[in-house]
């Protein structure tokens, strides 16, 4: 009777290992690859699937998702002859289980090693100080040479990046001092145009100050004459007026008259004047001078033009 049980559990168990594997579930975004008695048999995609027991099996699984490769760093000799460190990480998809199960025994090594020796010869290929700023074009060439070896595999390279690119430390000190005299060179340059535009602004300064006060003379200058040519009008103006009303004035009957009396108080009182002054009296040699003067004085106001609508005088 313990015999019978134990034959049954054994049976059970090895029923349930049958039913087990007869049945498979594929997740989504994987590839089951099956055989058939050691064949290719199929692609089993997302799902589930029916196998034979013992005939079929799940000889490969796959991802299709994209594939994220730690490319191990590496020693690069530059064309300067510069050993660098190098490294980096690949990314790829498969695209066809079939070929990525059969076409290579292991797609990600090979995937890695063929982007090491693409990276070996680029970095071959430029200067040192190139390799930091053709980053890009590196990483364009490492796709490109590692996607065409990798095409038999089902395998697709979508895209290289560099991680690091570490030269020696001897290498890393010169490029420290010339980083820094390089720093200390535009540090001296942006000082010595510092002072140079602040000299050029001074001397616009002082420029434009002496144009302002230039001008500011000048148009002083022309304000001045203005002014001075204004006032000499204006007298001009004012003299013309008193003379006219003089004349005038003299061609009314009796006008002469008037004037040779105004003329005669005005000379009364100056000569007065300086004899009040003076302590010493100062008298014409003729008193028929004075009379003399006065004749003559008449003559030119009897010459006069008699005005507009009036008889001349006799």
């Given at each position: 009777m313990g015999n019978l049980l134990f034959i049954s559990a054994i049976g059970f168990i090895v029923l349930l290992f049958f039913i087990l594997?007869?049945?498979v579930v594929v997740p989504n975004k994987a590839a089951y690859i099956k055989e058939r008695l050691g064949k290719y048999n199929g692609t089993l995609e997302a799902g589930f699937h029916f196998l034979i027991p013992i005939i079929d099996r799940v000889a490969y699984k796959h991802t299709l998702k994209e594939q994220v490769i730690d490319v191990p760093p590496q020693v690069c000799i530059t064309k300067d002859n510069v050993q660098v460190q190098v490294d980096g990480i690949l990314y790829l998809?498969?695209?066809?289980?079939?070929?990525?199960?059969?076409?290579?025994?292991?797609y990600r090594y090979a995937a890695s090693q063929l982007a090491q020796t693409s990276m070996r010869s680029e970095i071959g290929k430029m200067l040192l100080d190139?390799?930091?700023?053709?980053?890009?074009?590196?990483?364009?060439?490492?796709?490109?040479?590692?996607?065409?070896?990798?095409?038999?595999?089902?395998?697709?390279?979508?895209?290289?990046?560099i991680k690091n690119i570490i030269p020696p430390q001897t290498v890393l000190d010169a490029m420290e001092q010339q980083m820094k005299a390089e720093r200390e060179?535009?540090?001296?340059?942006?000082?010595?145009?510092?002072?140079?535009?602040?000299?050029?602004?001074?001397?616009?300064?002082?420029?434009q100050e002496a144009i302002n006060v230039s001008q500011g003379n000048k148009q002083k200058r022309i304000n001045e004459a203005e002014g001075m040519a204004r006032e000499i009008e204006l007298v001009a103006v004012s003299t013309a007026g008193a003379l006219r009303l003089v004349a005038e004035q003299i061609q009314?009957?009796?006008?002469?008259?008037?004037?040779?009396?105004?003329?005669?108080?005005e000379f009364i009182k100056q000569f007065g004047d300086v004899i009040?002054?003076?302590?010493?009296?100062?008298?014409?040699?003729?008193?028929?001078?004075i009379q003399g003067f006065f004749e003559g004085f008449s003559r030119v106001t009897d010459g006069l033009k008699p005005l507009p609508g009036q008889a001349p005088r006799t």
């Open positions: 594997k007869t049945f998809r498969v695209l066809d289980p079939r070929d990525a199960s059969y076409g290579i025994n292991n190139v390799t930091f700023k053709e980053r890009e074009k590196i990483n364009d060439a490492v796709v490109e040479s590692v996607d065409i070896a990798s095409d038999p595999w089902g395998v697709k390279v979508t895209r290289y990046e060179k535009r540090a001296a340059i942006l000082h010595s145009e510092g002072q140079r535009q602040a000299t050029i602004n001074r001397s616009e300064g002082k420029r009314k009957p009796g006008g002469n008259d008037a004037v040779r009396l105004r003329v005669a108080q009040q002054n003076s302590q010493t009296s100062v008298v014409p040699l003729s008193l028929a001078n």
